[in-house]
């Protein structure tokens, strides 16, 4: 198993999604054309508190923002980033400080000492995947923009 590979196993990954109530989304943007922007709308549509962090922003997707992880006053039970791969030590040392269940990393977000920091603490880590994509994946909802949802049938669901 590669390195990274070890930060993708689909087990712990519907295990993180299964069990988490609670997002804080590190570099969530209020510009609706931004990628965290989106993901947050769809994580809160799906029934996720949606926590923002971002020390620019007041309130993003109607919620509270704070400046970091170690402002916000809720536990977390995920830490989903949207930050360059440097900044991932310091955000995996709060994430530790916060005990989150997890931390999150998204596409291109690849940070092998900030993972041996948060596992080290005790925090699941996934990195170099794509919250959104994933919950799709595996709560069934791939075909929400349009994706494959595998099933190839001629009957619209619900008249069978």
């Known amino acids: 198993m590669t390195d990274l590979a070890r ?16 997002i804080a ?6 510009n609706e054309l931004r990628p965290s922007n989106f993901v947050g709308y769809y994580l809160k549509r799906h029934g996720y508190r949606v ?16 400046p970091s992880l170690l402002d916000v006053p809720v536990p977390v039970d995920v830490v989903n980033v949207f930050r360059a791969p440097d900044a991932l030590p310091g955000i ?31 925090v699941t880590v996934i990195m170099d995947r794509c ?24 009957v619209r669901a619900g008249l069978q």
């Not at 989304?25 to 209020?30: M, P, W």
């Not at 998204?106 to 920091?117: D, H, K």
Request: proline fraction near 3%; aromatic fraction near 8%.
């Open 7 to 22: 930060y993708q196993d689909p087990i712990a990954i519907q295990r993180v999604l299964h069990t988490a109530r609670t």
């Open 25 to 30: 989304i590190v570099g969530l943007s209020s």
């Open 51 to 66: 926590i923002p962090v971002n020390p620019r922003e007041s309130e993003i997707l109607g919620e509270t923002c704070y």
């Open 92 to 122: 995996a040392r709060e994430a530790v400080a916060i005990h989150a269940g997890a931390l999150w990393c998204q596409f291109g977000v690849i940070n092998f000492e900030a993972a041996r920091i948060a596992e080290e603490g005790g």
């Open 131 to 154: 919250l959104k994509v994933e919950h799709a994946r595996y709560v069934g909802r791939m075909h929400w923009l349009g994706f494959n949802t595998q099933r190839i049938t001629s």
